[in-house]
């Protein structure tokens, strides 16, 4: 815990010049150990995935919605699993997933007549 507080501390000074001194009771948590907190995590590193190269089987199939209907999106499904950060890659990814189907599906159907009233 020390050095991931120490390693916390340093990346305030650099991006804080002078704050890191403000963390004054710093806390690490290693959501791993926290029960029923497994779920989301998927161990996409045990097989040799690492952030930002994750091409796992399992990574692909839950990133390609198989019927066109249904989009998973979330940290766990991005190439930053496990941060903020990831939870919205995730969902522009989707979001530019549902542009295209609702774009290709106009170009092949054509507009529809609105529905009357």
């Known amino acids: 815990m020390a050095e991931q507080i120490a390693i916390a501390k340093g990346v305030v000074a650099r991006l804080h010049p002078g704050h890191e001194a403000e963390l004054s009771s ?4 290693n959501w791993s150990k ?8 998927p161990s ?3 097989r040799g995935g690492q952030e930002g ?6 990574y692909q199939l839950l990133n390609t919605p198989p019927t066109g209907r249904v ?3 979330g940290a766990h499904l991005s190439q930053m699993p496990g941060w903020q950060e990831g939870a919205v890659f995730s969902a522009q990814r989707t979001l ?3 542009a295209t ?3 290709q599906s106009v ?3 054509g507009r529809r007549a609105p529905a009357a009233a």
């Open 26 to 29: 710093p806390v690490v948590v």
């Open 34 to 41: 926290i029960p029923f907190n497994l779920g989301p995590w």
């Open 44 to 46: 996409y590193g045990a």
């Open 53 to 58: 190269h994750i091409d796992d089987p399992a």
């Open 71 to 73: 989009y998973f999106s």
């Open 96 to 98: 530019g997933l549902l």
């Open 101 to 103: 189907r609702v774009s």
């Open 107 to 109: 170009a092949t159907e």
